[in-house]
């Protein structure tokens, strides 16, 4: 027995003998002896201070708080008997249970293909869509067993990281905005119309912000959203332009209009999306699906990235 009051074997010689409603006949079951069983549940109820079993009836029954035990050690013993095949599962390809995170930006139709493909090798997946430091969080915190982001997470130590693409940032531009067959010149574009920014909270936020110090730009804060398809709306209704890569935009196609792709001046800024899992827990799991993540992408997002521009040819690189 140890500090909860009760373990597995315990448990077990429990709802057994409430299942057969005999101490004897759980006994058999177990393999063990009938006054071994009953000194198993005699200190069960002492560890736990309340009787389990109303010992004058026959066959035995469960009292009132016996009942609640029974129910929660019959939930308890399901799962721990699960242990061992997920387990193998594990060592084996992909567990029948699955906790993902994803980036926003990725999250859809990326995920119903992916389940498409992993189908039937997985029973359930759990995907939760959100913004890179929410990802970061939950891997940390042992609530995702693998994200899939655009922080590589390189200050935390035992994890695995596998990039499955790289993509620049490009601009997207009202239909105001003269063709040219040059760069666009920035300082003169921000000046002329507001820079939609993308929320400072968000990972692609920061990236451009770092960008333009870099360039040594600087834009007055005037909007500000976290959704592409409200920032591809924005520009698209001729109030203002945006950097966005074009895995964000080819998502919200649908808001462009008349507005246009063009390459971002100047030297070239990209993001990475990076599958990330804690080492030695699911490291061929998390390597399989790299691989089926840049399968998906090479096979459903870049003939349409490159669409919208065909100039990010040899721009876009989908790892190793």
């Known amino acids: 027995m140890d500090s909860l009051g009760f373990d597995l074997r315990s448990l077990e010689a429990f ?9 004897a ?3 058999e079951r177990m393999g063990m002896t009938q006054p071994a069983v009953s000194q198993i549940i005699k200190r069960l109820e002492e560890s736990l201070g309340v009787a389990l079993i109303d010992k004058r009836r026959r066959p035995l029954l469960p009292t009132a708080s016996g009942v609640l035990l029974r129910e929660a050690a019959e939930r308890l013993l399901a799962e721990a008997q699960l242990i061992p095949s997920r387990l193998r599962e594990i060592e084996e390809g992909f567990p029948s249970i699955l906790r993902i995170g994803i980036v926003d930006s990725l999250a859809s139709p990326f995920v119903p293909e992916l389940l498409s493909r992993l189908q039937p090798s997985l029973q359930s997946m759990s995907v939760s869509a959100g913004l890179a430091d929410a990802l970061r969080e939950s891997l940390i915190n042992f609530q995702s067993d693998i994200i899939i982001s655009n922080q590589s997470l390189d200050d935390v130590d035992g994890l695995m990281r596998h990039t499955i693409l790289q993509e620049p940032y490009i601009l997207i531009v009202p239909p105001t905005v003269a063709e040219t067959s040059g760069e666009i010149d920035l300082k003169r574009l921000s000046r002329q119309m507001t820079l939609v920014r993308w929320s400072a909270r968000s990972q692609i936020g920061r990236d451009i912000e770092q960008q333009l110090r870099r360039l040594r730009i600087e834009i007055p804060r005037r909007l500000e959203f976290d959704s592409s398809d409200t920032i591809v709306g924005i520009v ?8 966005v890569t074009p895995l964000c935009l080819i998502n919200s196609m649908s808001r462009l209009g008349p507005a246009r792709a063009v390459p971002f001046p100047g030297p070239v800024f990209s993001r ?27 096979e459903k997002y870049v003939p349409d990235m490159l669409r919208v521009g065909p100039w990010l040819k040899g721009k876009i690189n989908l790892g190793c």
Not at 15 to 23: N, W
Not at 283 to 291: I, P
């Open 15 to 23: 709802a057994l003998t409430c299942r057969k409603g005999s101490m």
């Open 25 to 27: 006949a759980a006994a």
């Open 236 to 243: 698209a209704a001729g109030l203002g332009w945006a950097v």
């Open 272 to 298: 990475r999306l990076t599958i990330i899992s804690r080492k030695g827990e699911l490291d061929n799991v998390a390597f399989r699906l790299a691989q089926l993540a840049r399968q998906i992408l090479r």
